[in-house]
């Protein structure tokens, strides 16, 4: 069997699996939903990453069952603790996909994403948020990213539920007037958010806080100090991540690399990056503060094909040939 990387990124909201050659081809590409094994368990997320394995072994002209890649590369939100990267690493292994097999956190996919070597600093903000930095000498840091009981603040759904925060408290006069009141009214369709309350507690409405992040977002464009408040508390933390992880490695005071990604961060025309960008010109002035411009499984991809080894050129005609290419979307 030729050398091949089976790379699997695994989001909140989405899953993308790769085919690449060891020459940085890719023979294929699909994506389906999201699969994150703390929010569907273990056996879905194997279910899920099991039917796009085999959409994209057909794709490529390959057997569906059985070995299709010589290294799996699968790096999977929810994968955040090492005992969970372990714990997957051999339900994965079990599957036999391949011969080797590395599971690690998606985080780490978005920094090879977004640089040459892998090294420097990810800060993703999506659905959750998290930080991971590897050093020049292999030292890597990183953070639980449990939520609130690992303090995390930050994070699609976060800050979605905190625009209904704002405007709840708005209407009965425990918090300060907002244009977030009668943006969520407009949202929910609603005369009064005490009635979304209770509809909401006896589950006649289904609470989605990520549809209201984009709102919040508007409403901070639009003037609103607290909405806008909210969103130079989520610079302040992505900033403040990507500080503590660069002090911890010692690279306050080095040329390196720290990469932004997920819809929250990449989705604001640049309020936030442009932001957190000036905050960090302040503690790191040589750092390099970037949009990660390729999918992560990309980086998953990359990964792969740094653990075989694999040519410089292959890197180049990887990122080339993804550019050109659309994934297809699973219909299992």
């Known amino acids: ?7 699997i990124d695994g989001g909140n909201s989405k899953t993308a699996v790769a085919l690449v050659d060891v020459e940085g081809r890719v023979l294929a590409q699909v994506r389906g939903p999201g699969a994150s094994p703390q929010n569907v368990g273990l056996p879905r997320s194997l279910e899920v990453f099991g039917d796009l394995v085999a959409e994209v072994a057909r794709l490529a002209g390959l057997r569906s069952t059985g070995p299709v890649a010589t290294h799996t590369a699968a790096y999977l939100a929810g994968a955040d603790l090492p005992k969970e990267e372990e714990d997957l690493r051999a339900a994965i292994e079990g599957l036999g996909w391949s011969d080797t097999t590395v599971v690690g956190n998606d985080t780490f996919a978005l920094l090879r994403a977004g640089t040459s070597d892998g090294i420097g600093v990810a800060v993703v903000c999506g659905a959750g948020i998290n930080c991971v930095a590897v050093a020049p000498d292999g030292r890597t840091h990183r953070f639980p990213a449990l939520g609130r009981i690992s303090g995390d603040w930050g994070g699609g759904g976060h800050i979605g539920s905190e625009a209904l925060w704002l405007a709840v408290r708005a209407e009965d006069g425990r ?3 907002t244009a977030l009141l009668p943006a969520v009214l407009a949202h929910y369709g609603a005369r009064t958010l ?24 508007e409403v901070a464009a639009a003037g609103d100090a607290v909405a806008r408040a909210v969103v130079d508390r989520l610079v302040e933390e992505v900033a ?5 992880s660069l002090r911890r490695l010692e690279l306050l005071a080095e040329p390196v690399d720290v990469v932004l990604g997920g819809g929250v961060l990449t989705g604001t025309n640049g309020v936030v990056v442009d932001a957190v960008r000036d905050r960090l010109r302040a ?22 094909l740094d653990a075989l080894g ?9 990122r ?3 550019e050109s290419q659309v994934p297809v979307e699973a219909t299992g």
């Open 310 to 318: 694999a040519p410089p050129v292959a890197e180049l005609r990887l």
């Open 175 to 177: 918090g300060e007037p």
């Open 1 to 7: 069997m030729a050398d091949r990387v089976l790379a």
């Open 240 to 244: 403040l991540l990507a500080s503590v």
């Open 194 to 217: 005490a009635e979304v309350v209770e509809r909401l507690h006896f589950e006649e409405l289904e609470f989605d806080p990520h549809a209201l992040c984009p709102l919040l977002f």
């Open 283 to 304: 503690v790191a002035p040589l750092a390099g503060v970037r949009v990660v411009d390729v999918p992560p499984v990309v980086g998953a991809a990359l990964l792969g």
């Open 320 to 322: 080339t040939a993804y």
